[in-house]
């Protein structure tokens, strides 16, 4: 990673942690077996605005395509089976959507058969503010 990664990001820590326990916790309630994976880049596309992103990707019960659209949406949940058994009442999603656009980013998910992928950025333009022009 770039010498970027050991600056600070401006930005509010306490709502990324909970989305982001969110985003893990469903990943890890979803997958009794396989593999749950986290990756975090930062991309610089102009000049001090960076792109911090959380990828999120398991391998669990996956979300069929025809369910993708509503699985933002609050009290949503894939089917009523679902949520019997491992529990939840389907606000997860739709509050971290909410956070996400608050903080000025986005959230998408991609998913296959068995295999979902969460995608979540956050947009710093703070950096130019905060450090100055040298």
């Not at 980013?105 to 710093?124: C, M, N, T, W």
């Amino acid at each position: 990673m770039r010498s970027f990664c050991s600056q600070h990001i401006i930005g509010d820590s306490l709502r990324l942690k909970q989305i982001l326990i969110n985003l893990i916790g469903n990943a890890i309630k979803f997958t009794s077996k396989g593999e749950i994976f986290v990756k975090i880049s930062v991309d610089e596309h102009i000049k001090n605005d960076y792109k911090i992103r959380f990828d999120i990707r398991d391998t669990g019960i996956g979300i069929p395509k025809d369910k993708l659209s509503q699985l933002f949406q609050a009290f949503s949940q894939v089917d009523s089976s679902t949520s019997r058994k491992y529990g939840g009442t389907g606000l997860g999603l739709a509050i971290c959507t909410r956070l996400v656009e608050l903080m000025n980013g986005g959230i998408s998910v991609k998913a296959q058969k068995e295999k979902v992928r969460f995608q979540l950025y956050h947009q710093d333009r703070s950096r130019e503010k905060q450090f100055g022009k040298h």
